[in-house]
Protein backbone atom coordinates (compact mmCIF):
# COMPACT_ATOMS: atom_id res chain seq x y z
CA UNK A 1 0.00 0.00 0.00
CA UNK A 2 1.10 3.60 -0.91
CA UNK A 3 0.33 6.11 1.56
CA UNK A 4 0.01 10.22 0.40
CA UNK A 5 0.48 13.27 2.06
CA UNK A 6 0.36 16.93 0.53
CA UNK A 7 1.13 19.96 2.45
CA UNK A 8 2.69 23.42 1.28
CA UNK A 9 -0.80 25.05 0.46
CA UNK A 10 -2.05 28.14 1.78
CA UNK A 11 -3.48 31.88 0.62
CA UNK A 12 -1.26 34.34 -1.40
CA UNK A 13 -2.35 36.82 -3.50
CA UNK A 14 -2.03 36.93 -7.64
CA UNK A 15 1.66 37.22 -8.64
CA UNK A 16 2.73 35.48 -5.06
CA UNK A 17 4.52 31.23 -5.08
CA UNK A 18 3.86 28.33 -3.45
CA UNK A 19 5.80 25.12 -3.00
CA UNK A 20 3.73 22.04 -2.27
CA UNK A 21 5.30 18.94 -1.05
CA UNK A 22 4.11 15.55 -1.50
CA UNK A 23 5.82 12.81 0.59
CA UNK A 24 5.09 9.20 -0.16
CA UNK A 25 5.33 6.21 2.33
CA UNK A 26 4.72 2.50 2.98
CA UNK A 27 5.46 0.08 -0.09
CA UNK A 28 8.33 1.45 -2.26
CA UNK A 29 9.34 1.64 -5.30
CA UNK A 30 12.01 2.40 -7.56
CA UNK A 31 10.09 4.80 -9.80
CA UNK A 32 6.87 6.79 -9.92
CA UNK A 33 4.53 8.27 -12.08
CA UNK A 34 4.06 11.56 -10.00
CA UNK A 35 0.81 13.54 -10.82
CA UNK A 36 -0.43 16.60 -9.34
CA UNK A 37 -4.23 17.32 -9.80
CA UNK A 38 -6.56 20.17 -8.68
CA UNK A 39 -9.98 20.54 -8.32
CA UNK A 40 -11.92 23.70 -7.70
CA UNK A 41 -15.67 23.50 -6.16
CA UNK A 42 -17.73 23.07 -8.41
CA UNK A 43 -15.72 21.51 -11.49
CA UNK A 44 -14.33 18.52 -12.35
CA UNK A 45 -10.65 17.27 -11.01
CA UNK A 46 -7.84 18.49 -13.79
CA UNK A 47 -4.52 17.42 -14.23
CA UNK A 48 -1.53 20.08 -13.60
CA UNK A 49 1.50 18.36 -14.10
CA UNK A 50 3.13 15.20 -14.62
CA UNK A 51 6.74 13.58 -14.07
CA UNK A 52 7.51 9.75 -14.71
CA UNK A 53 11.21 9.43 -12.53
CA UNK A 54 12.43 7.08 -14.42
CA UNK A 55 12.71 9.00 -17.56
CA UNK A 56 12.69 12.52 -15.73
CA UNK A 57 9.84 13.30 -18.44
CA UNK A 58 7.38 16.25 -17.17
CA UNK A 59 4.26 17.56 -18.46
CA UNK A 60 1.99 20.29 -17.77
CA UNK A 61 -1.61 21.64 -18.48
CA UNK A 62 -1.29 24.63 -20.85
CA UNK A 63 -2.58 27.15 -18.08
CA UNK A 64 0.26 26.47 -15.53
CA UNK A 65 3.26 26.03 -18.86
CA UNK A 66 6.03 28.41 -17.36
CA UNK A 67 4.58 28.68 -14.41
CA UNK A 68 4.57 25.76 -12.54
CA UNK A 69 7.74 23.36 -12.04
CA UNK A 70 7.27 19.52 -11.00
CA UNK A 71 10.00 18.17 -9.12
CA UNK A 72 11.82 15.54 -7.29
CA UNK A 73 13.53 16.65 -4.23
CA UNK A 74 16.30 13.40 -3.80
CA UNK A 75 17.83 14.62 -0.70
CA UNK A 76 14.62 14.67 0.55
CA UNK A 77 12.92 12.04 -0.94
CA UNK A 78 9.63 14.32 -1.69
CA UNK A 79 7.78 14.77 -5.00
CA UNK A 80 7.22 19.00 -5.73
CA UNK A 81 5.09 21.19 -7.16
CA UNK A 82 6.85 25.08 -7.36
CA UNK A 83 3.99 27.40 -8.12
CA UNK A 84 4.70 31.05 -9.64
CA UNK A 85 2.78 33.46 -10.55
CA UNK A 86 -0.30 32.09 -9.34
CA UNK A 87 -3.50 33.34 -10.22
CA UNK A 88 -6.75 33.57 -9.03
CA UNK A 89 -8.11 30.66 -11.39
CA UNK A 90 -5.36 28.27 -9.72
CA UNK A 91 -7.34 28.20 -6.43
CA UNK A 92 -8.42 24.98 -5.71
CA UNK A 93 -7.46 21.75 -3.57
CA UNK A 94 -4.46 20.13 -4.90
CA UNK A 95 -4.06 16.66 -4.77
CA UNK A 96 -0.48 14.37 -4.96
CA UNK A 97 -0.63 10.76 -6.68
CA UNK A 98 2.14 8.60 -7.17
CA UNK A 99 1.31 5.75 -9.13
CA UNK A 100 4.66 2.92 -9.93
CA UNK A 101 2.86 0.87 -12.20
CA UNK A 102 1.75 4.00 -14.98
CA UNK A 103 4.24 4.04 -17.94
CA UNK A 104 4.12 6.18 -21.08
CA UNK A 105 1.34 7.26 -22.07
CA UNK A 106 -0.82 5.90 -19.38
CA UNK A 107 1.21 8.22 -17.52
CA UNK A 108 -0.90 11.25 -18.40
CA UNK A 109 -2.42 14.95 -17.05
CA UNK A 110 -5.61 13.73 -19.23
CA UNK A 111 -5.95 10.33 -16.78
CA UNK A 112 -6.81 10.55 -13.76
CA UNK A 113 -8.56 7.82 -13.33
CA UNK A 114 -5.72 5.66 -13.70
CA UNK A 115 -3.84 6.81 -10.22
CA UNK A 116 -4.54 4.56 -7.64
CA UNK A 117 -3.22 6.35 -4.50
CA UNK A 118 -4.17 10.18 -3.31
CA UNK A 119 -3.73 12.26 -0.57
CA UNK A 120 -6.13 14.18 1.17
CA UNK A 121 -5.14 17.21 -0.46
CA UNK A 122 -3.49 21.02 0.04
CA UNK A 123 -5.98 23.92 -0.26
CA UNK A 124 -4.24 26.85 -2.38
CA UNK A 125 -5.80 30.14 -2.59
CA UNK A 126 -5.09 32.71 -4.58
CA UNK A 127 -6.67 36.77 -3.71
CA UNK A 128 -7.15 39.17 -6.82
Known amino acids: QVHVAESGGGSVQ ?3 SLKLTC ?12 GWFRQAPGKEREGVAILDTSKGRTDYATSVKTRFT ?5 AENTFNLQMNSLKPEDTGMYYCTPD ?17 YWGQGSQVTVSS
Open 70 to 74: IFQDT
Open 14 to 16: TGG
Open 100 to 116: PALYGGDCSISRPDFFR
Open 23 to 34: VVSGDRYSRYCI
